[in-house]
T-cell receptor, first 115, second 111 residues
Framework: GEDVEQSLFLSVREGDSSVINCTYTDSSSTYLYWYKQEPGAGLQLLTYIFSNMDMKQDQRLTVLLNKKDKHLSLRIADTQTGDSAIYFCAERDPNSGGGADGLTFGKGTHLIIQP | DGGITQSPKYLFRKEGQNVTLSCEQNLNHDAMYWYRQDPGQGLRLIYYSQIVNDFQKGDIAEGYSVSREKKESFPLTVTSAQKNPTAFYLC??????????FGPGTRLTVL
């Protein structure tokens, strides 16, 4: 089946940029998403990118998509303690078993902020 | 405010009992989903529904059941047949362009 892979942990210093990486396998993905999960809470949609785009910027967040390498990244500029969370990459995949709008999620990257 | 609510936030169940988790949305979304989250496992799809009175099994449907009698509501029942039900359960609904919005989750613990 299709797979989305992420590193489990990323540690950065407060004020630095964080770059969270994700690889996916489905070349027919139309949308790719980044979600944030704080402890004990649901997932919050941060941003998404359509597959015909290379980059999308939204305030401190920059998403880069390399379709050739099936690589997606999320850059958080000026990382703050409030950014500490688990970040999930997801691809929209009609073959995921979740219907036409089904998503396949990575296992999440824990972002740890050092003071 | 528009959004998705789940209740209860915490739920304790004795072995052999069925329990039902509530999920309600007022976003007017047709599609709704139930996921299970275990540490280090990411999200796994249990059931989904693309329209009222219709639902489909996801990847780990065994031991669970759902209903979709109203557009706003998609309750999940964890039956006694589910051998390892302790987990964090997340409900979501999606827009026509596939953006999924999540509820706050229910943490189920089997005693």
């Amino acid at each position: 089946g299709e797979d989305v892979e992420q590193s489990l942990f990323l540690s950065v210093r407060e004020g630095d940029s964080s770059v969270i990486n994700c690889t996916y396998t489905d070349s027919s993905s139309t949308y790719l998403y980044w979600y944030k999960q704080e402890p004990g809470a649901g997932l919050q949609l941060l941003t998404y990118i359509f597959s015909n785009m290379d980059m999308k910027q939204d305030q401190r967040l920059t998403v880069l998509l390399n379709k050739k390498d099936k690589h997606l990244s999320l850059r958080i500029a000026d990382t703050q303690t409030g950014d500490s969370a688990i970040y999930f990459c997801a691809e929209r995949d009609p073959n995921s078993g979740g219907g036409a709008d089904g998503l396949t999620f990575g296992k999440g990257t824990h972002l740890i902020i050092q003071p | 405010d528009g959004g998705i609510t789940q209740s209860p936030k915490y739920l304790f169940r004795k072995e052999g009992q069925n329990v039902t988790l509530s999920c309600e949305q007022n976003l007017n979304h047709d599609a709704m989903y139930w996921y299970r989250q275990d540490p280090g496992q990411g999200l796994r799809l249990i059931y989904y529904s693309q329209i009222v009175n219709d639902f489909q099994k996801g990847d780990i449907a065994e031991g669970y059941s759902v209903s979709r009698e109203k557009k706003e509501s998609f309750p999940l029942t964890v039956t006694s047949a589910q051998k390892n039900p302790t987990a964090f359960y997340l409900c979501a609904s999606s827009t026509p362009t596939g953006e999924q919005f999540f509820g706050p989750g229910t943490r189920l613990t089997v005693l």
